[in-house]
């Protein structure tokens, strides 16, 4: 069937009113946003101004059904102890995003590669590999950059882009049936596993390295986890987190020269973490600047294990 502009009707009298008023609740829609000023509203996590028309609950809505097609083609993980760790610093990282209108959901795929994505409506997934690899520290950067990208909008701007007006108008006005948000879930699915532009990977890094650091883990065990991916480039990688594009290289490279001034704009507004977890850097993986647990002071990773100002080891 012929896709119509918004607020055109068939001229055919055979349901007509149908499509009228299928045609008049999308405009009145659409007009709502835009007088409401909610299409075009600052989003903290880029910057700027941006024209956003998936809503929260539209996002909500097409992700739940595809967390319904991950939890039918995935296996989770029933280990309490992976799960539990997962939350605690999901919800860590959640209390200083910039985005905080959705509930967050985190969930352990059993899986044994080095993998994390997240769709919409804040379903953030972690393959039990990586869970079993990263320190805290390096776990929370991983969750950080999930969540930068849901903070970001980043799937918003792609549903938007890829779905067409009509259906998601359908979903917002809630006038779409069983078949639109299954078109929207099938679409969105592929739309995550496809990955992210190297702009918006970039920008999830500094997200995460900003998140982590002011829910009081160590922003530079984000450098680490990167050079250990960096030795699976070229390799079948799956799903977006480990994709080479951008390489690791680069994002290894950009966080170097940006997370001190990440650190500095982001202040010291540090309370999500409570307890104080110890190092497992080796000498060839560990960062070159590594952040004290305790006092918060950050310091050359290789020239020293233990912090000189209050004594707590740095490994």
């Known amino acids: 069937m012929r896709r119509l502009p918004i607020g055109v009707a068939y001229a055919s009298t055979e349901g007509g009113g149908k499509y009228m008023t299928k045609s008049f609740l999308i405009l009145t829609l659409v007009l709502s946003l835009a007088l409401s000023g909610c299409a075009t509203t600052y ?6 101004k941006e024209f956003i028309f998936v809503t929260t609950p539209m996002e909500v809505s097409i992700g739940n059904s595809v967390a319904s097609q991950i939890a039918s083609e995935f296996k989770f993980s029933k280990d309490i102890q992976q799960k539990d760790r997962l939350k605690k610093i999901g919800d860590d990282i959640v209390s200083v995003s910039d985005r905080k209108d959705l509930k967050y959901k985190f969930e352990v795929i059993d899986d044994e590669s080095l993998n994390a994505f997240t769709t919409p409506g804040g379903y953030i997934y972690v393959h039990s590999g990586l869970m079993e690899e990263a320190t805290d520290d390096k776990l929370a950067g991983v969750v950080g ?3 930068g990208h849901v903070a970001a909008r980043h799937i918003a701007k792609k549903l938007q882009a890829n779905l067409g007006y009509d259906i998601l108008m359908n979903i917002a006005a809630s006038q779409g049936g069983l078949g639109d948000l299954q078109t929207a879930a099938s679409v969105t699915y592929n739309l995550v596993m496809l990955g992210y532009s190297r702009e918006d990977e970039m920008l999830a890094d500094r997200l995460g390295v900003k998140y982590s650091y002011k829910a009081g883990y160590d922003p530079y065990a984000m450098i680490a986890f990167l050079k250990k991916l960096e030795k699976k480039e070229g390799k079948d990688l799956g ?5 080479s594009h951008p390489y690791a290289s680069q994002r290894i490279k950009m966080l170097e020269q940006e997370i001190p001034g990440i650190i500095k704009r982001a202040g010291a507004k540090t309370t999500a973490r409570t307890d104080i977890m110890s190092y497992s850097f080796t000498e060839k993986e560990r960062p070159l600047k590594v952040m004290c647990p305790k006092c918060r002071k950050i310091f050359a990773g290789r020239t020293t294990s233990y912090c000189p100002q ?3 080891r740095l490994e």
């Open 43 to 48: 989003n903290p996590a880029t910057g700027r």
């Open 145 to 147: 950059h999930e969540v």
């Open 239 to 243: 799903f977006v987190f480990l994709r």
């Open 310 to 312: 209050c004594g707590v």
